[in-house]
């Protein structure tokens, strides 16, 4: 099993309307990639590592799949339509990472 992390950074004038990524952006992510698609999760940052500081990201988002070719398929052949939909909730410049889930 594969996880695609998107992390949205935090910074000055950064902006990230959760209520339309978790609502909108995530079952359209959802809708488009089908069953390839094993399981998403969001996290909204809190704090950074000191109390009081402010989250490194203000938000996480995490999708599963089978393998990277599962995802490749899926997600590939409509990245342009879920790129497009990124303005609609944020400003910032995701950063993206795909691991393999060890545990």
């Known amino acids: 099993?594969?996880?695609?992390?998107?992390?949205?950074?935090?910074?000055?004038?950064?902006?990230?309307?959760?209520?339309?990524?978790?609502?909108?952006?995530?079952?359209?992510?959802?809708?488009?990639?089908?069953?390839?698609?094993?399981?998403?999760?969001?996290?909204?940052?809190?704090?950074?590592?000191?109390?009081?500081?402010?989250?490194?990201?203000?938000?996480m988002g995490h999708l599963v799949f089978d393998s990277v070719e599962s995802f490749e398929a899926s997600f590939g052949r409509h990245a342009s339509q879920i790129v497009a939909d990124v303005p609609n909730y944020t400003n910032t410049q995701p950063i993206i990472q795909l691991s393999e889930i060890m545990l």
């Open 1 to 59: 099993m594969i996880k695609v992390s998107v992390l949205y950074p935090n910074g000055s004038g950064a902006r990230f309307d959760m209520d339309y990524y978790c609502l909108r952006h995530i079952p359209l992510v959802s809708q488009l990639c089908g069953f390839a698609l094993k399981g998403a999760a969001v996290e909204k940052g809190l704090a950074g590592a000191t109390p009081g500081s402010p989250p490194s990201f203000l938000a």
